[in-house]
């Protein structure tokens, strides 16, 4: 089975600070993707990578920025932490083959 | 761009019965559509995969279909039981102007009670 793992299941951040959210998956799949979950607004999508270095912005990129170094991990980076970025952060990886899979999600605060 | 409507927003049902969830999508030009199941505060499981070609998927009690000249797709629960509570999502995949994407209804919150 593929594993879309994210390093934490709960951040707590203070306002300002420079957040860093990881995933790694375990079965080289080129394309992966952020996306952040709110009540009523459903899952939005940030940013996605086609392939190593490659990004691409989503629906609502602003405030975040992402990194993709080698094929297996991907970091969304909140440049500066504020109160409305708090949310449910999940991350995905996959093909059209096979379809996505999903991390466990990060649920951060920012206080 | 492609608009992804879950209907119901909420159901509840008492357990046995046979129920099924709606997923519409306004561009018809999908490559494929998936189902996922997501239970409270955690993640996405993906619970079927339905290529742009084919008209269903079968996993288990659980039977999806795609008509996708219409732009709908259903996902049928056959004798529900409790553990099947959870919110349920449909997801669109299609090309827009930055590439592939991956565009999600709202979800069915799903209620089966004993």
């Known amino acids: 089975d593929v594993k879309v793992t994210q390093s934490s299941r709960y951040l707590v951040k203070r306002t300002g600070e420079k957040v860093f959210l990881e995933c790694v998956q375990d079965m080289d799949h080129e394309n992966m993707f952020w996306y952040r979950q709110d009540p009523g607004l459903g899952l939005r999508l940030i940013y996605f990578?086609?392939?190593?270095?490659?990004?691409e912005k989503g629906d609502i990129p602003e405030g975040y920025s992402v990194s993709r170094e080698k094929k297996e991990r991907f970091s969304l980076i909140l440049e500066s932490a504020s109160t409305n970025q708090t949310s449910m952060y999940l991350c995905?990886?996959?093909?059209?083959?096979?379809?996505?899979?999903f991390g466990s999600g990060t649920r951060l605060t920012v206080v | 761009k492609q608009e992804v409507t879950q209907i119901p927003a909420a159901l509840s049902v008492p357990e046995g019965e046979n129920l099924v969830l709606n997923c519409s999508f306004t561009d018809s030009a999908i490559y494929n559509l998936q189902w996922f199941r997501q239970d409270p505060g955690k993640g996405l499981t993906s619970l079927l995969l339905i290529q742009s070609s084919q008209r269903e998927q079968t996993s288990g009690r659980l039977n999806a279909s795609l008509d996708k000249s219409s732009g709908r797709s259903t996902l049928y629960i056959a004798a529900s039981q409790p553990g099947d509570s959870a919110t349920y999502l449909c997801a669109v995949r299609h090309y827009s102007n930055s590439g592939y994407a991956l565009n999600f209804g709202k979800g069915t919150s799903l209620l089966v009670t004993p």
């Open positions: 995905a990886s996959g093909d059209g083959l096979y379809g996505y899979t």
């Open positions: 990578s086609y392939d190593v270095k490659m990004k």
